[in-house]
């Protein structure tokens, strides 16, 4: 069974653009959670989506939203970037039952200058 | 979720048990353990994880105290490619959890 895949796995970016991050989840699993990595704050939880429905949502602000289609997949949007967005997003994908048991992506690397 | 305390780093012989301590003393009765790694530019992999029950599969063993404030991740023939970060961490068993990894264990098997 295929994993989780990420697209792009690198993209540079100027303050104050946007960027779209994509993620196909393992086939069969309904639930895509985006997370975000830095050295500085480790991982951070962004939202989650089950069902093209937003089920659970962390602490980050408005600029960064995203949304599910039928098929399962998920698109990640970053509006009005700022440097600290830089950081390392990741997919993961689960059945949405499986408590804590997540399947993540290798990620894309943002870099914001 | 109950804060967890690991340390920084470790170093273990190829081919030797690799015993990864975690404490979570602030535990409550319906949160999970759990343990995840991640090798060098790679996302996060999934482990193991384990309510009150010593729990075992194919890549580690986790031993849970009976108390529960503390674990052990065991990986019992540990290989180069074992070189990774790993995290413990604690979820509550909700809806509404969600993964917050620390600064985890940074693991280094030598040949």
């Known amino acids: 069974k295929a994993g989780v895949t990420q697209t792009p796995r690198y993209l540079i970016k100027t303050r104050g653009q946007q960027v779209t991050l994509s993620c196909s989840p393992i086939?069969?699993?309904?639930?895509v959670s985006w997370y975000q990595q830095t050295p500085g704050q480790g991982l951070q939880f962004l939202f989650e989506y089950f069902s093209e429905t937003q089920r659970n949502k962390g602490n980050f602000p408005g600029r960064f939203s995203g949304r599910q289609f039928s098929n399962s997949r998920s698109e990640m949007n970053v509006s009005t970037l700022e440097l600290g967005d830089s950081a390392l997003y990741l997919c993961?994908?689960?059945?949405?039952?499986?408590?804590?048991?997540?399947?993540f992506g290798p990620g894309t690397r943002l870099t914001v200058t | 979720d109950a804060k967890t305390t690991q340390p920084p780093s470790m170093d273990c012989a190829e081919g030797r048990a690799a015993n990864l301590p975690c404490n979570h003393s602030t535990i409550s009765g319906n949160e999970y353990v759990y343990w995840y790694r991640q090798i060098h530019s790679q996302g996060p992999q999934y482990i193991i994880h384990g309510l009150k029950n010593n729990e075992t599969n194919e890549m580690a063993s986790l031993i849970i105290t009976e108390d529960r404030k503390s674990s052990t991740l065991i990986l019992p023939h540990a290989t180069l490619r074992d070189t990774a970060v790993y995290y413990c961490i604690v979820i509550f068993s909700g809806n509404d959890y969600k993964l917050s990894f620390g600064a985890g264990t940074t693991v280094t098997v030598r040949a």
């Open positions: 993961a994908s689960s059945l949405g039952t499986s408590l804590g048991r997540e399947y």
């Open positions: 086939s069969g699993h309904r639930s």
